[in-house]
């Protein structure tokens, strides 16, 4: 058994981080209209410096800005799409014990990526660190699968299969933009695959006239187009967690209602999945992973401060093995630390001990 050499690394992370007190404060006072969006970025720059920092020193290999240029996981890189705007929605999304604020999508023109803004953002990492720079991007089914429907202009587009077509080609553009910049590792997180493990929000989609088995292959197909045009050294996985806002989540349900999707459909090199509590069920699915895959299993729980055991994580990572084996498996917290700039209900030196350990382990177990 040995460390890996390239992604995803044997100690992996998901890739947001708790936004430190002066970029919350930055981005307020820019809210307010008292500073400008030089000095705006001058702090985002100044505080990605010290967060790639702290990562090298905890010893991860991949590297990510903490999504620091961002408000939420997924909707900032939505809104640099063509043909998407910022929506202010009713009520925000019910979690298990708060709801989202009310920001979302909607459609306002045809679906493309000339050159996408993020693209800037993985520039910055990748000149300030030598180890493998990452960027995370939200999977193509974040602007349609939260429960309520987006807003979709029907002189756009009449008929949804041409708005599907159109979102695969964004993203594979964007995707290859990515790459055209040097990237080598990219994530997709994919919540809404993950969701449909739950009885209750297949129930939503359903009362809101989609087809839960539809979509679940057509999510699995977006994904293959979007990395459908890469170059053959690059890396992408897919992340998968049931919700993260403020330390809650949305959703419950073992992974074997998508099994076969994840492990036969999707052509991504490896899975991020989230494996910290009871709802996300048991690693049974596990045994139909390709041979060719890698798993990286999300038991360190990024929803609290508390420090797992490393006995209790190397227990539930032999447990793992039994379905799967070792060689093709990693560790990493089972979602990021701030999917959205609020961040979970933690401490940064509790966050920072939580990665040094999994190093730590991921040393431990693999050699």
């Not at 997709?188 to 209750?200: G, Q, S």
Request: with cysteine; aromatic share 8%; charged share 30%.
């Amino acid at each position: 058994m040995s460390m890996r050499t390239k992604p995803p690394f044997r100690a992996d992370h998901v890739g947001s981080l708790l936004r430190p007190a002066a970029l919350k404060q930055a981005r307020e006072r820019r809210a307010r209209a008292e500073i400008d969006a030089a000095a705006l970025k001058a702090v985002e720059d100044r505080e990605i410096e010290r967060v790639i920092k702290k990562q090298e020193e905890a010893g991860l290999q991949s590297i990510t800005d903490g999504e620091f240029r961002r408000s939420w996981w997924h909707l900032d890189f939505l809104w640099g799409l063509d043909g998407v705007e910022k929506h202010v929605m009713d009520t925000g999304v019910a979690f298990a014990a708060v709801t989202t604020r009310n920001e979302g999508v909607k459609v306002t023109g045809k679906l493309g990526s000339a050159k996408h803004p993020m693209i800037e953002h993985f520039k910055f990492v990748a000149a300030h660190t030598k180890r493998t720079p990452k960027i995370t991007i939200p999977a193509p089914s974040a602007i349609y699968g939260r429960p309520m429907r987006t807003p979709i202009d029907q002189k756009i587009y009449p008929r949804m299969d041409a708005f599907f077509v159109d979102l695969g080609q964004a993203y594979k553009k964007a995707v290859r933009g990515f790459a055209d910049a040097g990237c080598r590792y990219l994530q997709l997180d994919e919540v809404f695959i993950a969701m449909l493990c739950d009885p209750k929000y297949r129930q939503q989609m359903k009362d809101r006239g989609d087809d839960p088995e539809r979509l679940g292959a057509l999510y699995a197909d977006l994904i293959n187009t979007a990395m459908s045009d890469i170059p053959s050294d690059m890396t992408i996985t897919m992340h998968m967690c049931r919700g993260n806002y403020k330390s809650t989540y949305m959703g419950a349900g073992g992974y074997e209602a998508v099994q076969e999707i994840l492990f036969d459909k999707i052509k991504v090199h490896g899975f991020f999945m989230e494996y910290d509590s009871d709802r996300a069920g048991g690693f049974e699915p596990l045994r139909l992973l390709p041979k060719d895959k890698t798993v990286v299993l999300g038991l360190v729980t990024s929803k609290s401060g508390r420090l797992e055991s490393k006995d209790e994580i190397k227990r539930r990572i032999e447990q793992a093995a039994k379905f799967v084996p070792l060689d093709q498996l990693c560790l990493s917290p089972q979602c990021g630390f701030a999917s959205t700039e609020e961040g979970n209900v933690l401490a940064e030196d509790e966050q920072w001990a939580k990665l040094r350990m999994i190093v730590e382990i991921a040393n431990e177990v693999w050699g």
